[in-house]
């Protein structure tokens, strides 16, 4: 039997920053990560879109994690030379009657500490979008985007710098909680490995509930179950006319159909949200329909047959379809009594974003 001090299931950005922060700590790591290479699956599908903090209940977790996260995220792509660059958005009311929703959500923002946001009028915002139509906005000049590949190749390096190692197509089978620690088996190519660890750290994303039920010890109530939306994005050909994010309101389940830019300026539009039992990556063209009544609430000149299907990714959800977002759930021994491994549940949007807290907690978490 082999033996370590941490392991982390999960390569993707959570994953490898949570790593990094233990390794960079002195302890030693190793991250455990199913598919051929790092980031394959959420962290690979993701808007690449800089929270500044806006949207969440205040005193939340994902409040917290995001104001800090974006703060640390911004300092840490300078650092290591990670392309990103605070573009800015604009959250734009579409109508007259959706103006007292921009101003509690002006009041969200800034109860949250994000204090550069302005309300803006119908004219100001023209002036920063002229391809815009709204009745009044929100501009949030800390706002970016960031390369999420380089992000994650640079968090990799930091890991191994400090002595870490990324075991990819190495795959969780079940754990089971002992006196000395925590005894994994673990799939790698077509053999079986017992390992004990004296922590362990679920990263496992959309797989987080179902890895966590396979560790022997843990009671099922500390387990939630996990719900998959799906959200699907679409690229627009051409040259955009756009140079900051535009977003509409948020809707349930997500932040609706918007407009993001890559570090290219290659324009994209989405998620929306799509509720699925089972992992599809599949693009359905003929949800461009539903793209452009969104998308012509706030760009009326959208051009016919602009847009061609480009990917998907899936959130995990803690909730049902209509209920009220939840929270992240980082959940260590204070929470279910079982010393040195913390599970991190309904790890979504802003996930990215707040990488860099959420591992600064999760070692808090192990103290």
């Not at 033996?3 to 993707?12: E, L, Q, R």
């Not at 969200?108 to 550069?116: C, L, P, Y």
């Not at 706002?143 to 990324?166: C, K, N, P, Y």
């Not at 309101?249 to 949200?273: C, I, K, S, Y």
Request: proline share 6%; hydrophobic share 45%; with cysteine.
């Amino acid at each position: 039997m082999d033996s370590t001090d941490v392991i982390v299931i999960g390569a993707g950005v959570i994953g490898l920053a949570v790593a990094r922060e233990l390794a960079r700590a002195g302890r030693e790591v190793i991250v455990l990560e199913r598919n051929p290479r790092i980031g394959e699956e959420m962290s690979a599908r993701s808007s690449e879109v800089i929270h500044a903090g806006i949207y969440y209940a205040e005193g939340s977790l994902k409040a917290r994690c995001c104001v800090r996260g974006r703060s640390l995220l911004y300092r840490y792509c300078e650092e290591h030379g990670v392309p990103s660059r605070p573009c800015g958005k604009l959250i734009v009311a579409t109508d007259p009657g959706q103006l007292d929703e921009l101003d509690a959500l002006h009041a969200q923002a800034r109860a949250n500490g994000v204090n550069d946001v302005e309300l803006l009028s119908a004219a100001e915002a023209a002036r920063l979008e002229p391809a815009v139509r709204c009745a009044g906005a929100i501009w949030s000049p800390a706002t970016g985007i960031v390369d999420s590949h380089a992000l994650m190749l640079a968090l990799r390096g930091d890991i191994e710098a400090a002595g870490g190692t990324i075991a990819c197509l190495s795959e969780f089978r079940d754990a089971n909680v002992r006196p000395e620690g925590l005894l994994l088996n673990v799939r790698s190519g077509e053999a079986d490995a017992a390992i004990l660890a004296a922590s362990l750290i679920n990263c496992a994303g959309l797989r987080a509930s179902a890895t966590a039920g396979a560790i022997e010890g843990l009671s099922p109530e500390h387990v939630p179950h996990t719900r998959y939306a799906k959200g699907n994005y679409f690229v627009l050909q051409g040259k955009t006319p756009f140079r900051h994010l535009i977003y509409p309101l948020p809707e349930p389940g997500g932040l609706g159909v918007h407009v993001t830019l890559d570090m290219n300026g290659q324009a994209r539009f989405g998620p929306d949200v799509e509720w699925i039992e089972k992992l599809d990556y599949s693009v359905d063209p003929a949800r461009a329909q539903a793209f452009y009544r969104s998308i012509r609430s706030y760009w009326p000149e959208a051009p016919a047959d602009g847009l061609l299907p480009g990917y998907a990714g899936v959130r995990p959800k803690l909730v049902a379809p209509g209920e009220p977002a939840a929270d992240f759930l980082i959940s260590g021994p204070a929470e279910h009594g079982v010393a040195g491994l913390v599970n991190l549940f309904g790890i979504e949007s802003p996930g990215l974003t707040s990488a860099l807290a959420i591992a600064e907690r999760v070692a808090d978490a192990l103290r």
